[in-house]
């Protein structure tokens, strides 16, 4: 009798640890957006980076992937949960800025919603694709003029990315 309790005693202590164990090696939802963040000709691509993360009242997964060219750089990232709804807001409400220092416009592209920033001194801007309320992708870069970045970004598959986001 007492060696029974030891026994189930030992398996209770130990089942935790057996399940932190096969958590740990499930996948995490940023590792299926991984891939989409693709290799570009020309570019250095340091290794795709991600992030998941559960709290009370939602989550969000983030996966990323920074390029180098000479003295050019940009940052590919997916991003699904609260934080792709904040940023998404200014294209929902279709927000238009235009000045001599650069510009906010809401667009269509490949048939998605897209908002896409430029400040013309620094060469620098993003684009911002809505793959559903509460997933984005966005390509933010340095030293590129926009219709560069722009034909960049259509390196990436958005319906592919669109897909997996909707997945998570």
């Given amino acids: 009798m007492v060696k029974t309790r030891s026994v189930i005693l030992a398996l209770l202590l ?5 399940l932190t164990i096969s958590s740990a090696r499930a996948e995490q ?16 691509g340091k290794k ?24 050019a750089r940009a940052t590919a990232m997916v ?6 709804v904040g ?11 235009n000045s001599s220092e650069g510009h906010m416009l809401t667009d269509t592209i490949n048939g998605m919603k897209v908002l896409k920033t430029y400040t013309t ?20 870069y340095n030293g590129l003029t926009e219709d560069e970045a722009l034909a960049l970004a259509e390196k990436f598959d958005w319906k592919a990315i669109q897909a997996a986001a909707k997945s998570k």
Wanted: negative net charge; aromatic residues 6%; hydrophobic residues 45%.
């Fill in 87 to 97: 940023a998404l807001t200014p294209m929902v409400t279709g927000t238009n800025i």
């Fill in 121 to 140: 001194a620094k060469k620098a801007g993003a684009l911002l694709v809505a793959l559903d309320k509460d997933a984005m992708f966005s390509f933010s």
């Fill in 14 to 18: 130990i089942l935790p640890v057996l």
């Fill in 79 to 84: 991003v699904v949960g609260q934080t792709a």
């Fill in 48 to 71: 795709p980076d991600g992030m998941s993360m559960d709290m009370p009242g939602g989550s969000m997964t983030t996966a990323s992937r920074e390029y180098q060219k000479g003295s």
């Fill in 29 to 44: 939802p940023y590792q299926h957006l991984m891939p989409l963040l693709i290799d570009l000709d020309g570019w250095q």
